[in-house]
């Protein structure tokens, strides 16, 4: 599902200042330090490896608020091949 239009420095800049508005509803899920969103549309320099294959972020308690939101809404969400994250269509009322 990823889309190279979706992958530049202007979506990287239009995720970022979206990154104000709420998360989608129907998100559910948590990260489980994939990475794959932390290479959008470069690998970032607070990135980190593990031995493990996993990844997590050197700065991850200051973390930019794209960051903290990413994927907020599923128009937004073009790493949904690796990332554990999930849109439903109906939107959780819990």
């Known amino acids: 599902m990823k889309s190279k239009n979706k992958n530049t420095w202007a979506a990287k800049l239009k995720r970022t200042v979206s990154a104000f508005l709420k998360v989608d509803p ?17 690998r970032c320099l ?34 949904s091949d690796n990332c554990s994250f999930q849109f439903s269509t109906q939107p959780d009322t819990r």
């Not at 998100?27 to 994939?34: N, P, T």
């Not at 794209?66 to 809404?73: F, I, M, V």
């Open 26 to 42: 129907s998100r559910s899920g948590e990260c489980q330090s994939c990475g794959a969103c932390c290479i959008l549309p470069v």
């Open 46 to 79: 607070f990135l980190i490896d593990t031995e493990d294959g996993k990844a997590y972020c050197s700065i991850y308690a200051m973390r930019p608020l794209n960051c903290r939101k990413y994927p907020r809404t599923q128009k937004e969400w073009i790493t």
